[in-house]
């Protein structure tokens, strides 16, 4: 069956170490997303991508980037991370301007 | 993208109807209403979309009043797994649209 994975599920990192967090989708999607969420906020996104070698900025962009070199991936890197940015990250890929599907998170702690 | 007003919390006797209300007073014409819930630690999961019309489908009914300015989420027979943080989202697909703003969501609890 087709789905979308995050990996690792758990990290836990040193501030200012550099950190990647995967999502990979298998239903051939051109849309896909990153959000963070935080108890207080919900979900904010942070970076989306429309189709191979597109992406743009969310609400939350900062200290966060991605990059989009096939259909399936968009890896989501912390070039140096924050105390700030522990959170559960969740990745979602979409057909259409309709449902977006989500991955099962994975829980960044930067201590 | 239109805002939209959520009661907190709700509570629901398993086995009946629970019917969760959102108010989207500055909806525009082109705007559509998404619901979304999201299971403790689980990521969000879809479970409708209208634009003027009642919809439904397997999971629940969406009921939007003529004006468009609110709507209700209608799960006909809650189970303990309905609980969960029910988003009531607003959100124009037209072409370049498809991101998704979620707000605080009503938290449902179902009630053995």
């Known amino acids: 069956d087709a789905e979308i994975t995050q990996s690792p599920r758990h990290k836990i990192t040193e501030t200012g170490r550099q950190v990647t967090l995967a999502c990979h989708q298998t239903?051939?999607?051109?849309?896909m997303f990153w959000y963070r969420q935080d108890l207080g906020h919900g979900l904010r996104l942070i970076h989306y991508?429309?189709?191979?070698?597109?992406?743009n900025k969310g609400e939350v962009s900062d200290g966060y980037s991605v990059s989009r070199s096939n259909t399936e991936d968009l890896p989501l890197t912390l070039e140096s991370a924050a105390s700030s940015q522990t959170s559960v990250y969740f990745c979602?890929?979409?057909?259409?301007?309709?449902?977006?599907?989500f991955g099962p998170g994975t829980r960044l702690t930067v201590t | 993208d239109a805002k939209t007003t959520q009661p907190t919390s709700m509570d629901c006797a398993e086995g009946r109807a629970a019917n969760l209300p959102c108010n989207h007073s500055?909806?525009?014409?082109?705007?559509?209403v998404y619901w979304y819930r999201q299971i403790h630690s689980q990521g969000p999961q879809y479970i409708i979309h209208?634009?003027?019309n009642n919809e439904t489908n397997e999971m629940a009914s969406l009921i939007i009043t003529e004006d468009r300015k609110s709507s209700t989420l209608i799960l006909p027979h809650a189970t303990l797994r309905d609980t969960a943080v029910y988003y009531c989202?607003?959100?124009?697909?037209?072409?370049?649209?498809?991101?998704?703003?979620f707000g605080k969501g009503t938290k449902l609890s179902v009630i053995p």
């Open positions: 979602a890929s979409s057909r259409s301007s309709y449902e977006q599907y």
């Open positions: 239903w051939n999607h051109n849309n």
């Open positions: 991508s429309y189709g191979v070698h597109d992406t």
């Open positions: 500055t909806i525009s014409g082109n705007e559509y």
């Open positions: 209208g634009l003027k």
């Open positions: 989202i607003v959100r124009d697909s037209g072409a370049g649209s498809y991101q998704l703003t």
